[in-house]
């Protein structure tokens, strides 16, 4: 059975930092691509990053180019999501998926929510003083 965990949210000032991580289970990790997703109260969901099956390719949101960085360990099945100098509009609740197709590059169609298959339950992250 297919598995997404997340965790790592919590209450943070702005210009702090947290550290998201997605452990999977039930399938084989490292063939997907996975992406990470957010959405706040009374807005859409929003594409964050992406990342390559193998870690070697990522794709971010223009909001968090140069502050968010994405990695993964394919032996611990786990993606992280490292949040650097984060702000107010980064609150949301922030949900992993995973690819529905193996072995798909991060590529134009990344932040597109419907072409990941599986979602975790999702962590919040509040950027508040």
């Given at each position: 059975?297919?598995?997404?965990?997340?965790?790592?949210?919590?209450?943070?000032?702005?210009?702090?930092?947290?550290?998201?991580?997605?452990?999977?289970?039930?399938?084989t990790f490292?063939?997907?691509t996975v992406g990470w997703f957010r959405q706040a109260p009374g807005k859409e969901r929003e594409g964050v990053s992406c990342i390559s099956n193998s870690g070697g390719s990522t794709n971010y949101a223009d909001s968090v180019k140069g502050?968010?960085?994405?990695s993964r360990d394919n032996a611990k099945k786990t993606v992280y999501l490292q949040m650097n100098s984060l702000k107010p509009d980064d609150t949301a609740i922030y949900y992993c998926a995973v690819d529905i197709s193996p072995h798909v590059a991060c590529d134009t169609t990344?932040?597109?929510p419907r072409r990941y298959g599986y979602w975790g339950q999702g962590t919040q992250v509040t950027v508040s003083s």
């Open positions: 059975q297919l598995q997404l965990v997340e965790s790592g949210g919590g209450l943070v000032q702005p210009g702090g930092s947290l550290r998201l991580s997605c452990a999977a289970s039930g399938f490292d063939y997907y502050r968010f960085t994405s990344w932040s597109v």
